[in-house]
């Protein structure tokens, strides 16, 4: 599928620019990190945890531009060569198990996140509530499950038409 159109589209390309932004944070934090470890004997405290944070942040938020760069893993050695009515209802099927997994992964650590902010559990050096972390998370694969879907109502445009 291409790039969604409208909100759903403008939400994956903020969460892209946030992902890379992550990343680039990930990158500056650990060298500079290393760096002052060297030079000064001087390590950055909470760097790990800080480092950890954005890796999760890239992660969560790089899974809708990954789907439409179709970059997930994929078996395609045997699906190419069946029909192309065979692929696509292959494709419909395993997009529509990816849905309902994600969707149930994204509830899930939404009522997660709940626990945590319920119960006060910080990270261990910064103090940071962790249960923010979580609903971070929870919102890439919400806003994943989100493309999923459109992949789902596309196909059944695309059989109607």
């Known amino acids: 599928m291409e790039?969604?159109?409208g909100p759903l589209g403008l939400t994956e390309k903020i969460m892209r620019t946030i992902a890379a932004i992550c990343l680039a944070g990930m990158a500056v934090m650990t060298g500079t990190d290393v760096f002052l470890r060297g030079a000064f004997n001087t390590p950055i405290f909470g760097c790990e945890e800080i480092v950890s944070i954005l890796g999760v942040i890239a992660v969560g938020f790089a899974?809708?531009?990954?789907h439409y760069q179709k970059s997930h893993?994929?078996?395609?050695?045997?699906?190419r060569r069946f029909s192309?009515?065979?692929r696509d209802r292959v494709k419909f099927i395993t997009t529509l198990a990816t849905l309902a997994l994600v969707s149930i992964i994204s509830w899930?650590?939404?009522m997660y996140?709940?626990?945590l902010a319920e119960s006060g559990e910080v990270s261990m050096n910064l103090?940071?509530?962790e249960y923010y972390v979580v609903y971070v998370l929870s919102f890439g694969f919400f806003i994943?499950?989100?493309c999923l879907a459109a992949d789902v109502l596309s196909f059944f445009k695309k059989s109607e038409g």
């Open 3 to 5: 790039e969604a159109r």
């Open 63 to 66: 899974l809708p531009y990954t």
């Open 73 to 79: 893993i994929g078996v395609e050695i045997l699906i």
């Open 84 to 86: 192309k009515k065979i």
């Open 108 to 110: 899930r650590m939404f």
């Open 113 to 115: 996140a709940g626990t």
């Open 127 to 129: 103090e940071l509530p």
């Open 144 to 146: 994943y499950a989100l």
